[in-house]
T-cell receptor, first 119, second 116 residues
Framework: AQKVTQAQTEISVVEKEDVTLDCVYE???????LFWYKQPPSGELVFLIR??????QNEISGRYSWNFQKSTSSFNFTITASQVVDSAVYFC????????????????FGQGTRLTINP | DTGVSQDPRHKITKRGQNVTFRCDPI?????LYWYRQTLGQGPEFLTY????????KSRLLSDRFSAERPKGSFSTLEIQRTEQGDSAMYLC??????????????FGQGTRLTVV
């Protein structure tokens, strides 16, 4: 079965600190996709990044960076110089291919990490 | 394009009543998903449509739950004889047709159901 574990339930840091959110996954698929979503208090899940299993290159987007390591089944997310607006719940997710139609994006989510950035 | 729209945003109902939620996906998206999120947990997959065809249902979707997407556009999720355990946020997402899972799903703001 596919599973995503976010061991950090809550993290609280002071503004401008760097913070890393951990994500560990389990899957038997050789082809899969990993995602990070942000859920602000409004409730809408906001897409941050998608990474396929064949691309282990790390990615940086502004203050955000992602470290994908297949050897340890981890896909960690780092926010550099955190800001109060980064406060939200962050979810790591794994795509599970639909059994009937290839490409169906049934996501398996972790439990989420609530990140609080204090001024 | 206004994104994925869900209605209502909040619903309070008495136990035993039926409720229906609506989701309007992004217009060109042919795939539509329903998820349920309970407090402090990540979303859990409920069901998936490609156009009007319901292609997969989770075992979480008991016989009290039914979802439709009659014309391949908007979708409805109905819960009959609601129970307190049905209290949750119900999220809808849509994605365009694509190869593999290389297209991200866009989520609506959800319908928060409270069963009293």
């Amino acid at each position: 079965a596919q599973k995503v574990t976010q061991a950090q339930t809550e993290i609280s840091v002071v503004e401008k600190e760097d913070v890393t959110l951990d994500c560990v996954y389990e899957t038997r698929d050789t082809t899969y996709y990993l995602f990070w979503y942000k859920q602000p208090p409004s409730g809408e899940l906001v897409f941050l990044i998608r990474r396929n299993s064949f691309d282990e290159q790390n990615e940086i987007s502004g203050r955000y960076s992602w470290n994908f390591q297949k050897s340890t089944s981890s896909f960690n997310f780092t926010i550099t110089a955190s800001q109060v607006v980064d406060s939200a719940v962050y979810f790591c997710a794994l795509s599970e291919r639909g059994p009937i139609i290839q490409g169906a994006q049934k996501l398996v989510f972790g439990q989420g990490t609530r990140l609080t950035i204090n001024p | 394009d206004t994104g994925v729209s869900q209605d209502p945003r909040h619903k309070i109902t008495k136990r035993g009543q039926n409720v229906t939620f609506r989701c309007d996906p992004i217009s060109e998206h042919n795939r539509l998903y329903w998820y349920r999120q309970t407090l402090g947990q990540g979303p859990e997959f409920l069901t998936y449509f490609q156009n009007e065809a319901q292609l997969e249902k989770s075992r979480l979707l008991s016989d009290r739950f039914s979802a439709e997407r009659p014309k391949g556009s908007f979708s409805t999720l109905e819960i009959q004889r609601t129970e307190q355990g049905d209290s949750a946020m119900y999220l809808c997402a849509s994605s365009p047709k694509g190869q593999g899972a290389n297209t991200e799903a866009f989520f609506g703001q959800g319908t928060r159901l409270t069963v009293v």
